[in-house]
């Protein structure tokens, strides 16, 4: 079945440091991938997303991710975290049409000062 | 590019009284449209999709219905809530032919006493 897991249900990183948050995915196909930015009480932000060709994607907000098929993942990267990179972020895989993605439970990041 | 408003934004309600909460999206026309819920500490669940008006797809079995009763709204409705209905409800439509991004409201947090 398909299926995405985000291991990590909260991440705390000091600020300054880096940051990567893990993604795994059973797909049966060549997927799509995306990682979303969710601020406290709002909607979702895209940050980057994979489609084909380079496997190291880069987004908004510097960030970037890593597609490494032989491992199922697309994990999130960030060479230094700021304050206000605290929000939760999800991992999601294209599900053919319709845009019907599936979706992580999502790793909630906090920053310490 | 699309911008997508939710009504209310916050709401609290009984069990057992009729829920409406709305979608409206502007810069496009005839898009698809998402109903998703998040529950506290949970991924997101797709519920409802429509490709056009009057057409609705339920994802999962529930207490809800959706109704598109024009091209850029989208409604989601309870004749009689229950307490597991409580969440964090987001619209969201395709950002555009091939980009495979959604774009979301700021989303519609529900709280059923």
């Known amino acids: 079945a398909q299926s995405v897991t985000q291991p990590d249900i909260h991440i705390t990183v000091s600020e300054g440091a880096s940051l990567e948050l893990r993604c795994n995915y059973s797909y049966g196909a060549t997927p799509y991938l995306f990682w979303y930015v969710q601020s406290p009480g709002q909607g979702l932000q895209l940050l980057l997303k994979?489609?084909?060709?380079d496997t190291l994607v880069q987004g908004i907000k510097g960030f970037e991710a890593e597609f490494k098929r032989s491992q199922s993942s697309f994990n999130l990267r960030k060479p230094s975290v700021h304050w206000s990179d605290a929000a939760e972020y999800f991992c999601a895989v294209g599900a053919g049409s319709n845009y019907q993605l599936i979706w992580g439970a999502g790793t909630k990041l906090i920053i310490k000062p | 590019s699309q911008t997508i408003h939710q009504w209310p934004a916050t709401l609290v309600q009984p069990v057992g009284s009729p829920l409406s909460l709305e979608c409206t999206v502007e810069?496009?026309?005839?898009?698809?449209l998402y109903w998703y819920r998040q529950a506290a500490g949970r991924g997101l669940q797709l519920l409802f999709y429509s490709v056009g008006i009057g057409q609705i797809s339920s994802e999962v079995p529930q207490n809800l219905s959706a109704s598109r009763p024009q091209d850029r709204q989208f409604i989601l409705s309870s004749k009689k809530l229950l307490l597991s209905d409580s969440g964090f409800y987001l619209c969201a439509c395709p950002g555009g032919p091939g980009t495979g991004e959604l774009f979301f409201g700021e989303g519609s947090r529900l709280t059923v006493l």
């Open positions: 810069g496009t026309s005839n898009p698809n």
């Open positions: 994979y489609f084909s060709g």
